[in-house]
Structures are given as structure tokens and as C-alpha cells.
Nanobody, 123 residues
Framework: VQLQASGGGLVQAGGSLRLSCAASGRTFSRHYMGWFRQYPEKEREFVATITSGRHTIYADSVKGRFTISRDNAKNTVYLQMNSLKPEDTAVYYC??????????????????WGHGTLVTVSS
């Protein structure tokens, strides 16, 4: 099983980026697919997740600015990031798993992880 994240880069504050994460090795249509981010020397934190039924959950810090979506035919999850702020600068990781809804924000609920992609937002 592999998760391949892409789409990171450098953008000015107020700009947009779209992250993609393609899964291979098995079908994840029945899994949650989520995004986490990690600041230097900090723990990974939850950003957003989408259930198999396309229910979405967001961290308060990104609600209204980020949109998560999935394409099951392509085994891919996306994170559209708008109105980016310097504090969004981090390494972003995609992950997949089958948590119960109440634990969907927890890193430990996800079984498979991709390599991170760096997002840098300049002020």
C-alpha cells in the first residue's frame, strides 16, 4: 500500500494550493481519507478528513478556507486550500484508515500514511 502526496509548494499569503494524494495497492473507497500537518518540532495535527460517505470534518483553524474531497474511481483525496496564511506553513501528510467517527481526528486512527509534502506560505 502506498500513498503519494503532491501539490505542495511556495505561495503568498491569500493564495491557493491544491494537494492531491493518490493511493495504490488496494481500494480505499470504504475508508476515511484525511490530511494532517506538522510544524517543525511539533506533533502532527489534524486538518481534515472525509468518510466513505463523503461526510467531511475540519479543524477549526481551516474551516471555511480548506475543502477536502475524494475521487474513489481514482483512489485519490484532494485538499483545496484557499486564503492561505503564513501559519498554514507545514508539512502536510495524507492518511487513510477506518476510525470510528468520534476518533476521526486522531492520528492513531489512521493505518496508512503518505510521505509529506511541504507547503510554505510567505507573508
Amino acid at each position: 500500500v502506498q500513498l503519494q502526496a503532491s501539490g505542495g509548494g511556495l505561495v503568498q499569503a491569500g493564495g491557493s494550493l491544491r494537494l492531491s494524494c493518490a493511493a495504490s495497492g488496494r481500494t480505499f473507497s470504504r475508508h476515511y481519507m484525511g490530511w494532517f500537518r506538522q510544524y517543525p518540532e511539533k506533533e502532527r495535527e489534524f486538518v481534515a478528513t472525509i468518510t466513505s460517505g463523503r461526510h467531511t470534518i475540519y479543524a477549526d483553524s481551516v474551516k471555511g478556507r480548506f475543502t477536502i474531497s475524494r475521487d474513489n474511481a481514482k483512489n485519490t483525496v484532494y485538499l483545496q486550500m484557499n486564503s492561505l496564511k503564513p501559519e498554514d506553513t507545514a508539512v502536510y501528510y495524507c492518511a487513510t484508515g477506518q476510525p470510528i467517527l468520534s476518533q476521526a481526528r486522531q492520528e492513531s486512527s489512521y493505518s496508512y500514511w503518505g510521505h509529506g509534502t511541504l507547503v510554505t506560505v510567505s507573508s
